[in-house]
């Protein structure tokens, strides 16, 4: 008897294009403000009711910073957010880029609590599914903390 296998080859692809790229260590889309500051997304640079009109270039963020703020997401999110269902709480986290001295939200990295967090903690850019359909993984921008393993799950094996 003879078996075949066949890998199944997923797509990935960014949930909303162009916030972030999808190389093997992944940067955020800013921009940067004739002013000097920085925003993010890029396309809301122009949203200074001050300088409506000024200029933005696109630049790649910092793919590293320090925790903020962060909590726990107990409820799904209104549209047009996509979840999938049943919804799964998540981390979120407020992170420093400190070269932009700005602040991004962001999921943190499945199997990360808030019990595992804290303020100050140097996290790092990465990669992750938001929601997936039969050949597809969508994927967001998501903050793991450096150089760290989450918890193991309590009940799990020692």
């Known amino acids: 008897m003879t078996t075949t296998s066949q890998a199944i080859v997923r797509q990935r ?3 909303v294009e162009g916030f972030f790229t999808m190389d093997d260590e ?3 889309i800013g921009g940067r403000l004739d002013t000097g500051g920085y925003c993010f997304p ?3 640079g122009g949203s200074d009711p001050r300088r409506p009109s000024g200029e933005v270039e ?3 963020l910092s793919r590293r910073g320090t925790i903020w703020s962060f909590t726990n997401s107990a409820y799904p999110p209104p549209p047009p957010f996509i979840v999938a269902e049943p919804y799964v709480p998540v981390v979120v986290a407020a992170v ?3 070269e932009e001295r700005m ?3 962001g999921q943190v ?3 990360w609590t808030v019990d595992d967090l804290e303020v100050g903690m140097e996290v790092e850019l ?3 599914v938001l929601y997936e359909d039969d050949d597809t993984d969508y994927l967001t921008w998501q903050w793991r903390p450096v150089g760290l393993e989450p918890a193991p799950e309590e009940g799990g094996a020692a």
């Open 13 to 15: 692809v960014p949930a």
């Open 26 to 28: 992944p940067s955020l």
């Open 42 to 44: 890029r396309h809301l």
């Open 58 to 60: 696109e630049v790649l």
């Open 96 to 98: 420093e880029l400190a």
């Open 103 to 105: 602040v991004v939200l």
């Open 109 to 111: 990295a499945p199997g």
């Open 126 to 128: 990465d990669l992750g």
